[in-house]
C-alpha cells in the first residue's frame, strides 16, 4: 500500500523538509506580494490584500495540518519575503517620484 503524505512528509530528512520550507516560503511570500500590489486601486485592490492576508495566514496553518510538521521556518521565509516585496515596492515608488509626497 502506498503510504499518504504525512507518512511521506515525516519520513523526510530534517535538511530536505527546510528546503522543502524555504521554497514554499518564497513562493507564498511572493504570491502574497503579488496579491498586495497587484490591484490598480479601488475596490479590487481592497480584495487582494483581503486575499494575501487569507494566502499568508491560512495556507501556513494547513499545511502544518495537513503534513503533521512544523513549517516554522517557511513562514519566517515567507515574512522575509513579503517584507522584500514590500521594500522594492516602496524603493520602486521613490524612485519614479523623487521620493516626494506632494502630487
Not at 487582494?48 to 512544523?70: H, N
Amino acid at each position: 500500500m502506498k503510504p499518504n503524505m504525512r507518512e511521506r512528509v515525516e519520513a523526510l530528512p530534517e535538511k530536505t523538509w527546510k528546503i522543502l520550507n524555504a521554497i514554499g516560503g518564497v513562493l507564498i511570500g511572493a504570491l502574497g506580494s503579488v496579491f498586495l500590489y497587484g490591484g490598480n486601486g479601488g475596490l479590487e485592490n481592497q480584495w487582494s490584500t483581503i486575499y494575501a492576508l487569507l494566502l499568508v495566514l491560512v495556507a501556513p496553518r494547513l499545511i502544518e495540518q495537513y503534513c503533521g510538521r512544523s513549517v516554522l521556518f517557511g513562514k519566517k521565509v515567507m515574512l522575509g519575503t513579503v517584507i522584500a516585496g514590500v521594500v522594492y515596492v516602496l524603493l520602486s515608488w521613490g524612485i519614479r517620484t523623487g521620493f516626494t509626497f506632494a502630487q
